[in-house]
């Protein structure tokens, strides 16, 4: 495995893969990896010559009061899981090599950017979408592994693909989930015990939801309710959403149809840590 902080130098290197035919994928993260982001990377290199995993925690995703100065960093660990699970580029930029002095353009997705997360992080998918195409045009790869975790985002960066005509395919992995079921995310470890405790109630009324649909309920209103209900029984600071909405165009469905996959996003504040989690169910 080779590490590189350039992009010139990367790109060298991506153009002599490419010249030999090999086959690139990428994984973008923001690094203090754990079996969800090594889940991408294995299953990029069971289908690719080269994996290149990005660590980049990415400034302008972050609000002004978010977690970006305390966001957990462990670049050693990182760059001995990576190898591990078959990363053969690991591209470690600076701030300044992403975004140098004057940066001012930016890549936005209207209207689904500004719905679920968006209302919550307003600035967040734009930088989402600017880093992943800044990576995606650095990289050029044949294909790019986002995971299922983080349902919003890859809503938003298969539209982006499209309407900007992008060469690469968006492969979505599946959600890892520690043994009680919390999905694993590098923020769980700002849980305390008892938070991390609580914190399995976000999968607990996923699951809830899966029976209630699947035993006929249909009203959106009454799923959610119960939903709350069960989360709010764990002491949550708060419940930013719990919503029901299409998979595509993430609009909110007030009732479920025989035949519709739905998907049900939520972000629920245990202390100071917010998770986010989602479950897509066809009906
Ligand atoms: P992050 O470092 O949080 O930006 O995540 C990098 C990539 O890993 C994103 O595509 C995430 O959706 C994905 N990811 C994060 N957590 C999980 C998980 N528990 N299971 C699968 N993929 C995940």
Known sequence: MTTYSQILELRSTLNDYREK???????PTMG???DGHLSLIKKAKAEND????????????????????????NIERDSELAKLSGCDILFIPSV?????AGFSTYAVVENISTVLEGKFRPTHFK??????????????PQVAYFG???????????????ELNLHTEISIVPTLRESDGLAMSSRNVYLSPDERKNAVALNQSLRLAERLIHQGERNSETIINEMMKLIQSKNPTTIDYIEIVGTENLEKRTSIK?????LIP?????GTTRLIDNTIITV
Do not use: W
Request: proline residues 5%; hydrophobic residues 45%.
């Open 21 to 27: 035919k090999k086959s690139i994928a990428l994984v």
């Open 32 to 34: 203090y990896l754990h």
């Open 50 to 73: 080269i994996v290149v995993v990005s660590i980049f925690v990415n400034p302008t995703q972050f609000g002004p009061k978010e977690d970006f100065a305390r966001y957990p960093r």
């Open 96 to 100: 300044e090599e992403m975004y140098p």
């Open 127 to 140: 930088g989402v979408t600017t880093v992943v195409l800044k990576l995606l045009n650095i990289v050029q």
């Open 148 to 162: 299922q975790k983080d349902a919003q985002q890859c809503v938003v960066i298969r539209k982006m693909v499209t």
């Open 258 to 262: 025989s035949g519709d996959t739905i």
């Open 266 to 270: 939520l972000a629920v504040r245990f």
